[in-house]
């Protein structure tokens, strides 16, 4: 009897040919910011960091009624402009002093100027004549303005890892593990400025694709030491907010484990797990992306 089951046959898959396996690129539910919002909150009580975190839920819960009112989306630096604007109104009076000045600046330049400092913001750069205090408000601008407009575009369907965000171009956020349809765990990046997540390996280096030499920081008592890479069980003992550090090029990532925290949310939990960013950084770690709510040194 002939077969002809489709599916493909074991040598093609082993060759890396079979793309529909790939989880599909996931889009942001379109209450991506209240649900970050509410997470924030939620991990808000007892952190550290409540005020600043409690900050940032305000400011995403700000982030929805816009991405919710936007009728036309483009990527025009006059919208992006009005996007600051609007934001910096429904911000009024809950800012700390330093940033409601520096905000007031950044609304006053004119939208070219804005959207030279927003160009090098989106790379996670920091333009010096900027008003620092305010770009993560315009970072905020800018994730309205991304998601609304891309979340409107055909989905693309990236046949291998790319350590950029296949629908923007962005930067890495953190990255994501879930439960797939099959059961197994996998794993998306979540990009900083459009909120789509894309497949990436599960254990595998976003910025230069080794799959070896990984460590996994989480925060543990001080005298803690990462285990040993064991490939066999790669996501035993570990904690929902981690970071992935990479031996090779000596790059970074948030992960985030829906498995470990299904309330979890990676934008909110990165925020919330800023320690792990300095252990990683001491460690000699350089972060792969960017959190456009939290920008060091501003
Ligand atoms: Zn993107
Ligand atoms: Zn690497």
């Known amino acids: 009897m002939t077969s002809t089951h489709p599916i493909l046959p074991a040598e093609q898959i082993r060759a890396g040919q079979a793309p529909l396996l790939s989880p599909p690129v996931l889009r942001p539910p379109a209450d ?43 990527l025009a630096p006059e919208w992006l402009a009005t996007l600051l604007r609007q934001l910096a109104e429904g911000l009024a009076g809950q800012l700390p002093a330093p940033a409601q000045t520096a905000l007031d600046q ?26 620092l205090a305010a770009l993560p408000l315009l970072g905020a601008a800018l994730q309205v303005q991304y998601t609304a407009y891309h979340r409107a575009r055909p989905l693309p369907q990236p046949d291998h890892q790319t350590e950029r965000c296949p629908c923007c171009g962005g930067l890495p956020l953190a990255s994501v593990l879930t439960r797939g349809d ?55 003992t570990r904690g929902a907010q981690e970071v992935e550090a990479c031996g090779e090029c000596h790059g970074a990532l948030k992960q985030v484990s829906l498995l470990q925290d299904p309330d979890a949310e990676a934008g909110a939990d990165d ?16 972060r792969l992306g960017f959190n456009p709510l939290f920008l060091p040194g501003t």
């Open 182 to 236: 099959s059961g197994h765990a996998q794993r998306h990046a979540l990009c900083a400025l459009c909120g789509h997540a894309w497949p990436v390996g599960r254990v595998r280096c976003l910025g230069c694709g080794n799959s070896r030499d990984l460590r996994y920081y989480s925060l543990a008592p001080q005298d803690y030491e990462p285990p040993e890479p064991d490939h066999q069980r790669p996501h035993q």
């Open 271 to 286: 925020l919330a797990s800023l320690a792990l960013d300095l252990l990683a950084g001491e460690a000699g770690y350089a």
């Open 106 to 131: 950044l609304t006053s330049l004119p939208p070219a100027a804005l959207q030279t400092v927003a160009s090098a913001l989106s790379e996670g750069a920091i333009n010096d004549d900027a008003p």
């Open 32 to 74: 991506l910011f209240a649900r970050r919002a509410a997470r924030l909150r939620q991990l808000a009580d007892g952190h550290a960091m409540a005020d600043f975190l409690r900050l940032c839920a305000t400011l995403c819960d700000r982030q929805q009624t816009l991405l919710d009112a936007a009728a036309a989306p483009s």
